[in-house]
């Protein structure tokens, strides 16, 4: 484009005066782009630079020159800048990454934070990610579906739900699209929902939030067998885009991914309370598998891996018991390193047995009429899983901290911005 005319939009990211000529960084949502004023300019040229600060949008007319020692190899010669709009100076947030910044103070000002080259290659790459499942399903013939978000009852039991004034009335934030989906099998046989979900965990971890992004899917005719599977042949085709298509932002976040190799290994639940054993962690059979356990996992099992066949009274009462031996469900945890990243399993189909499931749980059937009568008109044998979005970003790119997976996250202790 050497000597062609162009009209540039942008963030002024940088400007530097070195006397007789000077320079300004344009950005964005593409890139950056030098712009250079040499001596010969005009006076205004000059005037309007001093003008500058950091974060100004301006508009750019001028000449594209080819020159090696630029970034990118490429200038442009202006003939005209004009200011759209001024930003404050100084800004609130440094944006050059070469202060460290604590993470609440970045959230404060996310938007400036969601600039800076760190925080812009981790939603790229989520860009990438969500592009890519997409497809995966739509190539697996799965019909995307949205399921309500205010609800009457609890989706899976527990009292981990926000309360919400609906009329006359009172609601809950839905936890989980799960009893619609089950349901939707006998419609669709094939679907899935990238939604958000609510928890009112009072929890204040790094990998709990309050409201989450889901990816939801559900299948007839299929088992928790089918489910895995399928999950390995997701993240398998989410790794492979992501090296591909996310190197320059890869690079930003100094994050060398590698694509685990496939299957990925899977252990009962029995099997991982041994390894645990044998490496000095005791869990009593029966019982979760706490963080510390988690993370002695993730210390010997560097891959994903899957955590299957858990204690059926450890799972919700949808998840359907083994035949030969009940206290045994058909479910399973994929997990990366210490990081559960998606939950699934085999259905209850059997209406009777979801009846007993529910009552064995200590919850009243009445409660989940409308979805038990569903069962009455011909439900399918069926199977899915939930992955946490957030979470499988967090793997990809390393992060230590889930708030920094989403754009505006909420917990226990923030509801702004």
């Known amino acids: 484009?050497?000597?062609?005319?162009?009209?540039?939009?942008?963030?002024?990211?940088?400007?530097r005066d070195l006397g007789k000529i000077k320079f300004i960084i344009?950005?964005?949502?593409?890139?950056k782009i030098q712009i250079t004023i040499p001596p010969t300019s005009s006076v205004e040229l000059a005037e309007i630079f001093n003008k500058l600060s950091r974060e100004d949008v301006i508009a750019v007319s001028g000449v594209v020159k080819n020159t090696p020692q630029a970034p990118n190899g490429v200038e442009v010669i202006?003939?005209?800048?004009?200011?759209?709009?001024?930003?404050?100076?100084?800004?609130?947030?440094?944006l050059t990454g070469k202060v460290k910044v604590e993470l609440d103070t970045r959230l404060d000002y996310r938007i400036l934070d969601l600039r800076t080259a760190r925080a812009n290659a981790i939603f790229r790459i989520n860009n990438v990610m969500l592009i890519t499942i997409r497809n995966f399903f739509i190539e697996n013939d799965f019909i995307e579906v949205h399921t309500p978000k205010i609800i009457a009852s609890a989706t899976e039991g527990g009292t981990e739900l926000f309360p919400v004034a609906y009329f006359d009335r009172?609601?809950?934030?839905?936890q989980s699209p799960q009893l619609y989906k089950e349901q939707l099998t006998s419609v669709f046989e094939?679907?899935?929902e990238i939604a958000p979900v609510f928890r009112a965990e009072e929890s204040n971890t790094t990998r709990h939030l309050s409201e989450i992004v889901m990816l939801d899917m559900e299948a007839a005719f299929q088992d928790y067998n089918d489910i895995m599977n399928f999950c390995e042949s997701l993240l398998d085709r989410v790794f492979k885009e992501v090296i591909d298509r996310c190197q320059n932002e890869l690079e930003v976040l100094k994050k060398n991914l590698q694509r685990p190799k496939t299957p990925y290994k899977r252990y009962s639940y029995s099997e991982v309370l041994e390894i645990l054993s044998n490496n000095g962690v005791e869990i009593k059979w029966g019982d979760d598998i706490d963080t510390l356990a988690l993370r002695k996992l993730g210390e010997l099992i560097k891959e994903p891996y899957f955590i299957k066949d858990w204690p059926?009274?450890?799972?919700?009462?949808?998840?359907?018991?083994?035949?030969?031996?009940?206290?045994?469900?058909?479910?399973?945890?994929l997990m990366?390193?210490?990081?559960?990243?998606?939950?699934?399993?085999?259905?209850?189909h059997k209406k009777e047995l979801l009846i007993n499931r529910i009552k064995e749980k200590g919850m009243r059937p009445e409660s989940f009429d409308f979805h038990i009568k569903t069962f009455d008109w011909g439900m399918p044998p069926h199977a899915g899983c939930g992955i946490?979005?957030?979470?499988?970003?967090?793997?990809?790119t390393g992060l230590d901290n889930i708030r920094e997976a989403v754009l505006f996250p909420r917990d226990r202790y923030r509801l702004t911005p």
């Open 1 to 15: 484009m050497e000597g062609c005319k162009v009209k540039l939009l942008g963030w002024v990211e940088v400007k």
């Open 26 to 31: 344009l950005r964005d949502y593409k890139g």
């Open 78 to 94: 202006p003939s005209e800048i004009n200011i759209i709009n001024k930003a404050v100076s100084p800004l609130p947030l440094e």
């Open 170 to 174: 009172e609601a809950f934030l839905a």
């Open 190 to 192: 094939k679907v899935y």
């Open 312 to 333: 059926t009274k450890s799972k919700p009462f949808y998840i359907s018991p083994r035949v030969d031996n009940p206290e045994v469900s058909e479910s399973f945890d």
């Open 336 to 348: 990366y390193g210490w990081l559960e990243i998606a939950s699934g399993g085999t259905r209850i």
């Open 388 to 396: 946490g979005l957030a979470r499988l970003l967090m793997a990809i």
